[in-house]
């Protein structure tokens, strides 16, 4: 993949993070911050399809933000054929990983199995 | 009689000249081939208001130390030959005067990110092998002279997109300047790039698709983070840190 596609889906991830980040700390707003974290609060609201929905696509847009961040980082650290191809595969495995955890407890909670 | 206000009082030729004062300059020394440890040397030497640092490093040449290693050439900011760090800053020696740098100590060193040859002088045969990696020509298939094509026209606005790019002299200044170069061996680096842009955007060139496929890569335009040491070093006014986001927006679709 060309790096400026890369780039592009990096920007597009980070701005696409803040609007959707800022509509689940308005969410917040709504009831007290200490209620909102309550088990009963945060179990309802994985209950909720919709705003269920709205923590997967925020889980993969900080994902792969995060995790191509980190492999622009760790490329600009060291260089080297090996070193790099590892830096790149291992972000993508680390990516995946978080995003399928992270699915499953969404998942999981949505369908009440928590 | 001859009246006062007319008769030109006797100078001595000392209080033409302006009083000399003097420095302390700080020469970094190192061989790698003989595997020595950087140090400075110190040298007292005079100045005038119109004093160079190039002037007194080849001063300390001339009459203290033969064996200090400088390139150096033209004396006039067209080579690009004298790159080095003077005070922290990487400056051309030969346009940078003693008095303007307001310090009683000068310290000049090698410029960063590029491998030391000798003292001052620095290798730069990766920074040349980049900017040849670029195709720093243009590329148009009709450049030759062909009956009746001589020449390519430009509109002044065609040439304003482009000129200031053209005034790079390849000093290095930029690259030694540059935080991303000083941890990514690989990247493409401010000078290569802002040569890259100068190309793409000439009008006269058909090769940006070319340019474009070289620099967009891991190491490539992407890893600038914008911090715009490099045109503050600049001695010729390039802005290499606008060339690289002008370049930017081919490769994210802003600009054709």
Same mark, same amino acid.
């Given at each position: 993949?060309?790096?400026?596609?890369?780039?592009?889906?990096?920007?597009?991830?980070?701005?696409?993070?803040?609007?959707?980040?800022?509509?689940?700390?308005?969410?917040?707003?709504?009831?007290?911050?200490?209620?909102?974290?309550?088990?009963?609060?945060?179990?309802?609201?994985?209950?909720?399809?919709?705003?269920?929905?709205?923590?997967?696509?925020?889980?993969?847009?900080?994902?792969?933000?995060?995790?191509?961040?980190?492999?622009?980082?760790?490329?600009?650290?060291?260089?080297?054929?090996?070193?790099?191809?590892?830096?790149?595969?291992?972000?993508?495995?680390?990516?995946?990983?978080?995003?399928?955890?992270?699915?499953?407890?969404?998942?999981?909670?949505?369908?009440?199995?928590? | 009689?001859?009246?006062?206000?007319?008769?030109?009082?006797?100078?001595?030729?000392?209080?033409?000249?302006?009083?000399?004062?003097?420095?302390?300059?700080?020469?970094?020394?190192?061989?790698?081939?003989?595997?020595?440890?950087?140090?400075?040397?110190?040298?007292?030497?005079?100045?005038?208001?119109?004093?160079?640092?190039?002037?007194?490093?080849?001063?300390?040449?001339?009459?203290?130390?033969?064996? %200090?290693? %400088?390139?150096?050439?033209?004396?006039?900011?067209?080579?690009?030959?004298?790159?080095?760090?003077?005070?922290?800053?990487?400056?051309?020696?030969?346009?940078?005067?003693?008095?303007?740098?307001?310090?009683?100590?000068?310290?000049?060193?090698?410029?960063?990110?590029?491998?030391?040859?000798?003292?001052?002088?620095?290798?730069?045969?990766?920074?040349?092998?980049?900017?040849?990696?670029?195709?720093?020509?243009?590329?148009?298939?009709?450049?030759?002279?062909?009956?009746?094509?001589?020449?390519?026209?430009?509109?002044?606005?065609? %040439?304003?997109?482009?000129?200031?790019?053209?005034?790079?002299?390849?000093?290095?200044?930029?690259?030694?300047?540059?935080?991303?170069?000083?941890?990514?061996?690989?990247?493409?680096?401010?000078?290569?790039?802002?040569?890259?842009?100068?190309? %793409?955007?000439?009008?006269?060139?058909?090769?940006?698709?070319?340019?474009?496929?070289?620099?967009?890569?891991?190491?490539?335009?992407?890893?600038?983070?914008?911090?715009?040491?490099?045109?503050?070093?600049?001695?010729?006014?390039?802005?290499?840190?606008?060339?690289?986001?002008?370049?930017?927006?081919?490769?994210?679709?802003?600009?054709?």
């Amino acid at each position: 993949m060309r790096e400026s596609l890369i780039m592009k889906i990096h920007y597009g991830t980070a701005l696409a993070s803040v609007a959707l980040v800022a509509v689940h700390i308005l969410f917040r707003l709504t009831q007290g911050f200490a209620e909102s974290l309550q088990y009963e609060s945060v179990i309802a609201n994985y209950k909720f399809l919709p705003y269920a929905g709205m923590l997967e696509i925020i889980l993969i847009l900080l994902s792969i933000h995060g995790f191509n961040g980190l492999r622009v980082i760790l490329l600009e650290l060291k260089q080297g054929t090996g070193y790099e191809k590892s830096v790149t595969y291992g972000c993508i495995a680390a990516m995946a990983l978080t995003i399928l955890y992270g699915s499953r407890t969404i998942f999981m909670t949505s369908f009440g199995m928590v | 009689m001859i009246d006062e206000r007319l008769q030109i009082p006797k100078t001595e030729s000392k209080d033409i000249i302006s009083p000399t004062k003097t420095i302390t300059l700080r020469i970094s020394r190192s061989n790698p081939k003989k595997n020595t440890e950087q140090k400075f040397d110190e040298f007292k030497i005079p100045y005038q208001k119109w004093t160079t640092v190039l002037d007194a490093i080849l001063e300390v040449k001339k009459h203290l130390d033969h064996s %200090v290693g %400088v390139r150096y050439s033209c004396r006039q900011a067209t080579c690009g030959s004298c790159g080095m760090k003077i005070n922290g800053r990487p400056s051309l020696a030969c346009f940078t005067k003693i008095s303007e740098l307001k310090s009683d100590v000068v310290t000049v060193e090698p410029m960063n990110n590029f491998p030391i040859i000798k003292d001052l002088a620095v290798g730069f045969e990766r920074m040349f092998s980049t900017h040849k990696r670029l195709k720093p020509y243009i590329i148009n298939e009709e450049s030759e002279i062909k009956p009746g094509k001589k020449e390519f026209l430009q509109t002044p606005e065609d %040439v304003e997109k482009y000129i200031q790019f053209a005034s790079c002299i390849k000093c290095g200044l930029c690259n030694s300047a540059c935080p991303t170069m000083a941890t990514d061996s690989s990247f493409i680096g401010p000078q290569a790039l802002a040569q890259a842009y100068r190309y %793409v955007a000439d009008s006269r060139d058909k090769g940006k698709d070319e340019r474009l496929k070289i620099i967009d890569d891991s190491h490539g335009i992407f890893r600038c983070h914008f911090a715009g040491s490099c045109s503050q070093v600049c001695p010729k006014g390039v802005d290499p840190a606008m060339g690289i986001q002008l370049l930017r927006g081919y490769l994210l679709g802003f600009r054709d």
